[in-house]
């Protein structure tokens, strides 16, 4: 670590475990989903579709939401209408645009997830008071907000 860190101070890249942190709660959903049939892709977008309005989202807004690209939603997409979770529809309006909507099925899948997955986090996170966790949850989303920030610096060109 000292070689990459700054005058030898490597407390942030040790804070990095928080990498380590992530991946152990990736696989251990990606365990539950693909226990189910489903990657933790496909499994994320279902999440999202259940928490949409009864329109659905469109491949767009799916790939933005989960911040990949398009052509990245439309293989789990896919999987969800071959496993009956998830279906494409086209806007009443718009006869061009295509709308992905959860279906029953796919709310059942959801609910018989939701249970399973409360009792493995709780597994993950015993021995946190609620103080610990709030404080984590926060500390994770500034996380995510300063790298927000970096990726559009680094977005805008600058140097």
Do not use: K
């Not at 690209?69 to 293989?75: D, E, K, L």
């Not at 899948?109 to 021995?127: E, N």
């Not at 790298?147 to 140097?159: A, P």
């Amino acid at each position: 670590m000292r070689a990459f860190a700054l005058d030898d101070d490597t407390l942030a890249l040790e804070a990095a475990a928080v990498r380590s942190a992530s991946q152990s709660i990736d696989r251990l959903r990606a365990h539950g989903a693909g226990g189910r049939g489903l990657s933790a892709g496909a499994l994320d977008l279902l999440t999202r579709l259940g928490n949409a309005e009864p329109e659905g989202l469109t491949i767009g807004e799916l790939a933005r939401a989960a911040g990949v690209s398009s052509r990245n939603v439309t293989g789990p997409v896919d999987t969800l209408e071959r496993e009956t979770l998830a279906r494409r529809v086209q806007h009443p309006q718009d006869r061009r645009s295509v709308r992905v909507t959860i279906t029953p099925a796919g709310r059942d899948w959801l609910d018989a997830f939701r249970l399973p997955t409360q009792r493995a986090m709780s597994a993950v996170f015993r021995g946190f008071t609620p103080e610990e966790l709030s404080q984590f949850r926060h500390l994770c989303l500034r996380l995510v907000v300063n790298q927000q920030h970096l990726e559009h610096y680094l977005g805008s060109g600058q140097s």
